[in-house]
């Protein structure tokens, strides 16, 4: 496939990306306006580059021509929350939607890989409207915490900088280091859970426009 070919080819993911980066942030706005807690921290999306796809296949031993049914994370949305919780709000507001049908759902949160990465996993199907007519293709989310997304980043820069043959020494390291971010997840959570019994009994009051839920973020599908 040339350059004309791909370009063609990953149109449709690209669509996909930008739509739901509108629609979330949407989602996010709406509940700012209204007063409501927001479970929906940033948004961001991505399409994986014509090379990171042709790796990937070869990776997983996939045919040139099952690559649109068997590599199912060329489009990707990323929901990055504050608390663990947040994280399976934001998960029943995508399995609920209905221009969507689920695939699969992996929970990393619950049962991280043995790397120690950590993030919850929602494989859809969705459609896209082009000039040719509707297109079928699969998208990524993944949600996870600030704490999560850190690791995850560090940890993934490591495998594509040295093509996944970081030393044991490191990678245990690592996964120790995924560990002490796990407790500091579920430490935050708690201090949250504490937080809201204390506006319940009214012995903690809100201010009435904290600065941080007047900030609005709508970010550019990215290659990687």
Not at 88 to 112: G, M
Request: hydrophobic letters at 40%; one cysteine or more; a positive charge.
């Amino acid at each position: 496939m040339n350059s004309n070919g791909w370009q063609s080819f990953l149109l449709p993911y690209e669509l996909a990306v930008e739509g739901f980066i509108v629609k979330l942030e949407s989602i996010r706005k709406q509940y700012i306006l209204k007063g409501l807690y927001n479970p929906i921290e940033i948004v961001t999306g991505r399409v994986k580059t014509v090379e990171a796809i042709l790796q990937k296949a070869a990776r997983l031993n996939v045919e040139y021509s099952d690559i649109p049914k068997k590599i199912q994370d060329i489009a990707g949305v990323r929901v990055i929350c504050k608390y663990i919780d947040d994280i399976y709000l934001v998960k029943e507001l995508i399995v609920s939607r209905r221009d969507l049908k689920i695939i699969t759902i992996k929970d990393y949160v619950k049962r991280p890989k043995p790397s120690g990465y950590r993030s919850l996993h929602i494989i859809a199907q969705y459609v896209t409207e082009t000039i040719e007519g509707p297109n079928v293709i699969f998208i990524e989310f993944q949600i996870r915490t600030h704490v999560m997304h850190f690791w995850a980043s560090i940890e993934h820069s490591l495998n594509y900088k040295y093509d996944y043959q970081i030393p044991s020494t490191i990678t245990f390291r690592l996964l120790k280091a995924s560990s002490a971010a796990q407790k500091l997840d579920v430490e935050m959570t708690k201090i949250k859970k504490s937080i809201d019994k204390l506006e319940e009994k009214h012995e903690l009051k809100r201010a009435k426009n904290p600065l941080e839920e007047k900030e609005i973020k709508l970010n550019s599908v990215r290659k990687e």
